[in-house]
């Protein structure tokens, strides 16, 4: 398995996946907004940069991440925005591998922060991974729509 940051040349694999993760979560993405989210995970410079996950050459898993100053620590803590793996590689360690990856880079840049993610109450798949290697918090989450 390879993890690594996200290219041009990876934008129809990209489409696919981030298609197939908004249906799992019953949400259709129109064209105008795939345009809209791969020019924010794509442009280097961004808030939003992106990991994908390759198994024999293969894109099979994708995670969306940034960063921000953290006003507990003075440091910088890291967001997972998206995390998604096909259903084809599910079971093989690929959402692990993008999470460790992830990690890595934070510790690297951010030794005092953290990472961070929100998943569905019923997601009972992705929670069973993320148990394993992070701690369930007691925060409650709050969603304002604009």
Known sequence: M???PLAEDDERNWRRLFSEYGA???TEFTDEVLDRVWAIVIDPAGVVNAFVAELDGAIVGFAHYRSHPDTFSGDF???LDDLYTSPEARGQGVATALIERLKQKAQATAPNGSLRWITAADNATAQRVYDKVATKT??????MRL
């Open 2 to 4: 390879r993890i690594r």
């Open 24 to 26: 799992f979560y019953e």
């Open 77 to 79: 803590d890291w967001f």
């Open 138 to 143: 007691s925060w409650v989450t709050y969603e």
